[in-house]
């Protein structure tokens, strides 16, 4: 018993000291690169897959989401019903994995200004409506597992 105990905190006490993991953590048969994902969005839409990113952002509110960049131009939403998870701030700037489903969010003009004014109240931000000249589509993730490194 000593011996397996010895051996079980060998082998599984860095993933515990190296991580916080939400319900489990992520599932990493399901991980696949953003690039895929991004490039052809519809084959994705509404499928549970495992992405990877940096934390750029938290809610810091209710922790409810945080935004993950998966390439150098593209966030993606990670967002949960309120106390779901609680992302914390100190989150920002790790590298993240989120089990969930993929949801492609295409918006008109006045839903965009909507989305996009929120997001800016939420962090604190300045926002001008009128700089925003076309729709967007905001890519979330509803996560069902998600690890966060240390």
Known sequence: MKRFLSVWVLCCMPLIVNGTEFSGGADMSKLVTAKEVLAD?????????????????????????????????EEITVKVKDGDMVFPLSAIGKKAYATGVILANKMDLDKTKKYLA????????????STVKAP???????PSAVTISH
């Open 41 to 73: 969005i519809s084959r994705f839409n509404g499928t549970e897959i495992t992405l990877t990113g940096t934390v750029m952002k938290v809610c810091k509110k209710r922790g409810c989401w945080m935004s993950l960049k998966v390439t150098e131009q």
């Open 118 to 129: 929120h997001k800016a109240l939420e962090n604190g931000e300045a926002f001008d409506a």
């Open 136 to 142: 967007i589509t905001v890519n979330i993730l509803k």
